[in-house]
């Protein structure tokens, strides 16, 4: 008698395995499908061979036919195992429509496999205690299984560069254990070993892959963010829409313990997965991400989602009410991968994190890809030294010349145009790029003074623009001198261009890169003056020496009485502060006659020129 032993431990094996795997959560992606199927094959592949040892031991006892019938069955759910184990490695490794072809070819392959093998001719022998079939059906058996082991292997190994390494080799494991195991039945018919690596085979891809665990969270119990990406790179693939909902739960707030912030997140996850037709991940720490169908159903249960998160939440440490914010993406087709999605996403956590209800819908679809698109820019032009430095001409009207002036950022496109900083400036200050592209136009003025000797033309300083974000940064300061020592710059040629900002936090940090850089020789301006963020504290406080007028400012004071007389007070007030005023969009001459009579002390416009090129600059200067 064969060793049936073996045979009961891979039915044992594949019985845990089918457990394990539909006792858990399980998001019905292509490669968990192939894996389920391969799972209930082996299954029946085991039970046949249990069945098949026990009807050719007795075969006096099982009628002839359905000796036979089992023996087939074996046989033939064998060879699928292979078929599917071909599936699941090319489910990975191939787009969609070539994963089309290959499917139906091989699919076609193991159907023919399939009725030969439960056609051709099958004998049974038993005897002397040597149990095995033969003939042409178990020799199609072998045939198509190699085929299906062989071509896994080879797929395996060219597709080596773009498919998941730990999938390849868990697969390849599988498929040399099942060669071995065929040899060794092949020379001894009485250890009939194929089926049992077949469970030995299907436990490595459990424990290495399709172990459902790393796909659940730990904490709450719903799928993770990479279950989350995973489901979504399937959906765009197969074409399959569906809407999104992603909820930020506010934990900043008030003094949550972390017990506290615990018990707010399973139970946000278990109200969660109340709601039907939807799938529930966990994105990041507090942000929960729910799957439908599509927009409709959102819709419905929007406004269920939205009550059942009012509900406070009761804790250790009391009761416990919650602020979530929601992000809607309605329609799965104004994206083209699940990427691009995380994208959207993260583009407006970025933004607007206080808005509490926003829609990603196509108008802000087509706003971020813009965006995207010149923060994309930005970056090539800084990668390739394309961030460029126009200046422009700053009169002062006491000196009766040019005696300094602005530095302005431009980009340089691959076309030869320009992009003005009104379009990349905003865009770069959402993102960590404006602290890259100040450095590279303060870099160009410091060489720019290393290579000209301002003096030889009148010129005192340069005149050079700092975003908030840029002030909000500790090291500024430091940044900055060691960009001056570099290019051995005499602190005193700059003057840096500061604008105001509501946040305290900024303030501190910006008195802070202030003084050490007034300490080291830079002047301050303050920019911008009588735009909206205006405010006359900064201009109590802050240690600047010049006050600019934004163009709107000066020219407002050229349209009615009322606001000149404001601006006129304003005037009055900022001499009475020992500061100098620069009026900036001075088009005509007119205004400039008109400021001129005002002693405002330094003027900048198109009406002498507009920002330009350093050398065109070092012509103006030189010519005026
Ligand atoms: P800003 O600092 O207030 O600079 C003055 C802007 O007004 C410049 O526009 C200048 O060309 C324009 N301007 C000056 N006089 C006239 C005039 O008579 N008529 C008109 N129509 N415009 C005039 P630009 O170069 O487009 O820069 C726009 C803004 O971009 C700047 O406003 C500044 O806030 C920002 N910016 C430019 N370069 C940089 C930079 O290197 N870093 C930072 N953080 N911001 C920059
Ligand atoms: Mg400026
Ligand atoms: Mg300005």
Same mark, same amino acid.
């Given at each position: 008698m064969a060793e049936i032993g073996i045979q009961y431990c891979g039915l044992a094996l594949i019985s845990l395995l089918i457990y394990f795997t539909y006792r858990r959560k399980n998001l019905g992606l292509y490669s968990d499908r192939t894996y389920h199927l391969a799972l209930a094959v082996a299954f029946v592949c085991l039970l046949s061979d249990v069945l098949s040892i026990h009807a050719l031991a007795h075969m006096d006892l099982w009628p002839f036919g359905v000796v036979i019938f089992v023996c087939r069955l074996y046989i033939c759910s064998l060879m699928l195992v292979a078929f599917l184990a071909f599936s699941y490695i090319a489910s990975d490794a191939l787009r969609r429509n070539v994963r089309r072809v290959s499917g139906t070819i091989s699919g076609i392959i193991a159907i023919i496999g399939a009725v030969i093998i439960w056609m051709a001719p099958i004998y049974v022998h038993s005897a002397k205690g040597e149990l095995y079939t033969y003939g042409p059906a178990v020799a199609a058996t072998y045939v198509f299984s190699l085929v299906f082991v062989f071509s896994t292997i080879a797929f395996a190994i060219t597709s080596y560069h773009y498919v998941n390494r730990r999938r390849l080799s868990s697969v390849l494991a599988w498929m040399i254990i099942w060669l071995v195991a065929?040899?060794?039945?092949?020379?001894?018919?009485?250890?009939?070993?194929?089926?049992?690596?077949?469970?030995?085979?299907? +436990?490595?891809?459990?424990?290495?892959?399709?172990?459902?665990?790393?796909?659940?969270?730990?904490?709450?119990?719903?799928? +993770?963010?990479?279950?989350?990406?995973?489901?979504?790179?399937?959906? =765009?693939?197969?074409?399959?829409?569906?809407?999104?909902?992603?909820?930020?739960?506010?934990?900043?707030?008030?003094?949550?313990?972390?017990?506290?912030?615990?018990?707010?997140?399973?139970?946000?996850?278990?109200?969660?997965?109340?709601?039907?037709n939807a799938t529930v991940f966990r994105n990041v720490a507090?942000? =929960?991400?729910?799957?439908?169908?599509?927009?409709?159903?959102?819709?419905?249960?929007?406004?269920?989602?939205?009550?059942?998160?009012?509900?406070?939440?009761?804790?250790?440490?009391?009761?416990?009410?919650?602020?979530?914010?929601?992000?809607?993406?309605?329609?799965?087709?104004?994206?083209?991968?699940? %990427?691009?999605?995380?994208?959207?996403?993260?583009?407006?956590?970025?933004? %607007?994190?206080?808005?509490?209800?926003?829609?990603?819908?196509?108008?802000?679809?087509?706003?971020?890809?813009?965006?995207?698109?010149?923060?994309?820019?930005?970056?090539?032009?800084?990668?390739? %030294?394309?961030?460029?430095?126009?200046?422009?001409?700053?009169?002062?009207?006491?000196?009766?010349?040019? +005696?300094?002036?602005?530095?302005?950022?431009?980009?340089?496109?691959?076309?030869?145009?320009?992009?003005?900083?009104?379009?990349?400036?905003?865009?770069?200050? +959402?993102?960590?790029?404006?602290?890259?592209?100040?450095?590279?136009?303060?870099?160009?003025?410091?060489?720019?003074?290393?290579?000209?000797?301002?003096?030889?033309?009148?010129?005192?300083?340069?005149?050079?623009?700092?975003?908030?974000?840029?002030?909000?940064?500790?090291?500024?300061?430091?940044? =900055?001198?060691?960009?001056?020592?570099?290019?051995?710059?005499?602190?005193?040629?700059?003057?840096?261009?500061?604008?105001?900002?509501?946040?305290?936090?900024?303030?501190?940090?910006?008195?802070?890169?202030?003084?050490?850089?007034?300490?080291?020789?830079?002047?301050?301006?303050?920019?911008?003056?009588?735009?909206?963020?205006?405010?006359?504290?900064?201009?109590?406080?802050?240690?600047?020496?010049?006050?600019? =007028?934004?163009?709107y400012f000066t020219q407002a004071y050229f349209t009615t009485e009322r606001t000149k007389y404001v601006i006129d007070s304003v005037i009055e007030m900022i001499r009475g502060l020992d500061l100098q005023i620069v009026s900036e969009g001075v088009e005509t001459q007119e205004q400039f006659d008109t400021l001129v009579e005002h002693n405002i002390d330094y003027i900048q416009g198109y009406y002498f020129a507009k920002p330009m090129p350093v050398d065109d600059f070092i012509f103006f200067i030189k010519t005026h």
């Amino acid at each position: 008698m064969a060793e049936i032993g073996i045979q009961y431990c891979g039915l044992a094996l594949i019985s845990l395995l089918i457990y394990f795997t539909y006792r858990r959560k399980n998001l019905g992606l292509y490669s968990d499908r192939t894996y389920h199927l391969a799972l209930a094959v082996a299954f029946v592949c085991l039970l046949s061979d249990v069945l098949s040892i026990h009807a050719l031991a007795h075969m006096d006892l099982w009628p002839f036919g359905v000796v036979i019938f089992v023996c087939r069955l074996y046989i033939c759910s064998l060879m699928l195992v292979a078929f599917l184990a071909f599936s699941y490695i090319a489910s990975d490794a191939l787009r969609r429509n070539v994963r089309r072809v290959s499917g139906t070819i091989s699919g076609i392959i193991a159907i023919i496999g399939a009725v030969i093998i439960w056609m051709a001719p099958i004998y049974v022998h038993s005897a002397k205690g040597e149990l095995y079939t033969y003939g042409p059906a178990v020799a199609a058996t072998y045939v198509f299984s190699l085929v299906f082991v062989f071509s896994t292997i080879a797929f395996a190994i060219t597709s080596y560069h773009y498919v998941n390494r730990r999938r390849l080799s868990s697969v390849l494991a599988w498929m040399i254990i099942w060669l071995v195991a065929a040899l060794i039945q092949y020379f001894n018919n009485n250890l009939p070993m194929v089926g049992f690596a077949t469970a030995l085979g299907l +436990t490595i891809l459990f424990a290495d892959l399709e172990n459902p665990d790393s796909y659940i969270d730990r904490e709450t119990g719903v799928f +993770t963010a990479h279950a989350l990406m995973s489901l979504m790179s399937q959906r =765009f693939e197969e074409e399959q829409t569906f809407a999104g909902i992603n909820i930020v739960i506010n934990m900043e707030e008030t003094n949550l313990t972390r017990l506290m912030q615990r018990t707010m997140l399973v139970t946000v996850a278990r109200r969660l997965e109340l709601i039907p037709n939807a799938t529930v991940f966990r994105n990041v720490a507090n942000e =929960f991400a729910l799957v439908l169908p599509d927009a409709e159903t959102m819709e419905q249960q929007l406004p269920i989602i939205r009550a059942m998160l009012e509900e406070p939440i009761d804790t250790e440490d009391g009761p416990v009410i919650m602020h979530p914010y929601y992000i809607l993406f309605p329609d799965s087709t104004l994206a083209n991968s699940a %990427d691009e999605v995380f994208a959207y996403h993260s583009f407006f956590i970025q933004h %607007d994190p206080e808005v509490d209800f926003r829609v990603i819908d196509e108008q802000e679809v087509k706003h971020i890809r813009e965006e995207l698109a010149i923060r994309n820019e930005i970056s090539e032009a800084l990668r390739e %030294d394309r961030i460029e430095v126009h200046f422009h001409p700053i009169y002062s009207v006491k000196k009766g010349k040019f +005696t300094s002036a602005e530095a302005l950022a431009r980009i340089r496109r691959k076309d030869g145009t320009l992009l003005m900083p009104g379009a990349f400036i905003p865009v770069a200050e +959402t993102s960590n790029q404006i602290v890259h592209v100040g450095e590279a136009v303060f870099e160009k003025v410091c060489q720019f003074l290393s290579q000209n000797a301002l003096g030889a033309y009148g010129l005192e300083y340069i005149e050079v623009n700092l975003s908030v974000e840029q002030c909000e940064r500790k090291t500024l300061a430091d940044e =900055f001198i060691e960009i001056m020592n570099r290019y051995h710059v005499d602190p005193s040629c700059i003057n840096l261009e500061v604008t105001e900002s509501g946040s305290v936090r900024h303030r501190k940090t910006l008195l802070d890169n202030m003084n050490k850089l007034i300490a080291a020789g830079v002047h301050f301006s303050l920019d911008d003056f009588g735009t909206g963020e205006s405010n006359l504290d900064y201009i109590m406080n802050m240690p600047v020496h010049i006050v600019k =007028f934004d163009r709107y400012f000066t020219q407002a004071y050229f349209t009615t009485e009322r606001t000149k007389y404001v601006i006129d007070s304003v005037i009055e007030m900022i001499r009475g502060l020992d500061l100098q005023i620069v009026s900036e969009g001075v088009e005509t001459q007119e205004q400039f006659d008109t400021l001129v009579e005002h002693n405002i002390d330094y003027i900048q416009g198109y009406y002498f020129a507009k920002p330009m090129p350093v050398d065109d600059f070092i012509f103006f200067i030189k010519t005026h």
